[in-house]
């Protein structure tokens, strides 16, 4: 069983910037891929930006240059640091964490922080 604990969420004007942390309960970046995925009012929730095991990162183009995932093994800790917000980036953000070493492995979910962009 994996627990994600998201935080860092709030209220920001356009152009300002917010830094999300997911802390992952035990050592699981050698086995998990972590991403971070939104959901706006009334929209489905997508995937944001991802971290792979090599630690290859993978963006949705509406973010590319503006948001940076990240991880701190030691501290079992994912950000995304969100920089030059957008009143779109607004919605609720959540940490996710999918087994990737085995065939339709286990995945988890936090519970989500709230971002609010501005205009």
């Known amino acids: 069983q994996v627990q994600l604990v998201e935080s860092g969420g709030g209220l920001v004007q356009a152009g300002g910037s917010l830094r999300l942390s997911c802390v992952a309960s035990?050592?699981?970046?050698?086995?998990?891929?972590l991403g971070w995925y939104r959901q706006a009012p009334g929209k489905q929730r997508e995937l944001v930006a991802r971290i792979s095991l090599d630690g290859s990162r993978y963006y949705i183009e509406t973010v590319k240059g503006r948001f940076t995932i990240s991880r701190d093994v030691a501290k079992n800790t994912v950000y995304l640091q969100m920089n030059s917000l957008k009143p779109e980036d607004t919605g609720v953000y959540y940490c996710?964490?999918?087994?990737?070493?085995?065939?339709?492995?286990?995945?988890?979910w936090g519970q989500g922080t709230q971002v609010t962009v501005s205009s």
């Open positions: 996710h964490a999918r087994n990737v070493i085995v065939t339709n492995g286990d995945d988890y």
């Open positions: 035990g050592s699981i970046f050698s086995i998990y891929q």
